[in-house]
């Protein structure tokens, strides 16, 4: 994907996300959208509040939350447009299993900033089961102070299998009810660290109204 492409895309970050109401240690912005299966085209949906359950969140699970609105132009911006192009192959095959053609998906646009001496970290912080039965991790930038922000594998015995890293641009992790995921925490070599990333969540059949 061409650098300026990138850049604009980023802009997402710069100029839309606030500090999470729910932990300082990160800015965040949400969008949920609807997706149609069989146009692969999505909409805005009404509904623009998040909830996990508190077993696949300990941290924040168990109430609803809002967090700051990523703007309706995203639902046209070509780079995003071409990011979900790649994600539809995994969500149509989720859409055959379990036999729906319209799903409820929420885009969350995470940063965690970490300051020298300091952690930034996930919620829930360590190996969780999500309630969506599909997500998929995007890696927007990574600076190159970041230390730390490591993804962690685990079967359901929660001892870690894989380790891996997101280091480029739009690298991405595939995660489902399978296995355990963690990211470690983000520090920082010197000066301030960030890791941008944005997820796409697939909500759960229960979550769907």
């Not at 999470?20 to 009404?46: C, F, H, T, W």
Request: hydrophobic residues 35%; contains cysteine.
């Amino acid at each position: 994907m061409p650098d300026h492409s990138h850049a604009r895309f980023h802009n997402f970050y710069e100029s839309q996300l606030r500090p999470d109401p729910y932990a300082s240690v990160r800015d965040r912005g949400m969008i949920k959208l609807i997706y149609d299966r069989p146009s692969q085209q999505v909409r805005k949906n009404e509904n623009q509040n998040y909830f996990q359950s508190y077993s696949a969140n300990d941290s924040d699970g168990g109430r609803v939350r809002v967090f700051a609105p990523i703007s309706d132009e995203l639902v046209t911006d070509s780079v995003f447009l071409h990011i979900l192009k790649g994600d539809a192959h995994y969500i149509n095959k989720y859409c055959h299993r379990a036999g729906v053609d319209i799903l409820n998906i929420s885009v969350h646009f995470i940063r965690y900033r970490a300051e020298e001496g300091y952690a930034s970290f996930s919620s829930p912080v360590w190996l969780h089961l999500d309630d969506e039965p599909l997500v998929l991790i995007h890696l927007i930038d990574l600076t190159p102070n970041a230390i730390g922000a490591d993804s962690v594998i685990s079967g359901m015995d929660s001892k870690p299998t894989n380790v891996l890293r997101l280091q480029k641009p739009f690298d991405t992790l595939i995660v489902d009810r399978t296995k355990k995921h963690a990211v470690t925490p983000l520090g920082s070599s010197h000066g301030t660290s960030y890791r941008d990333v944005m997820l796409v969540n697939v909500e759960a059949e229960v979550r769907q109204k």
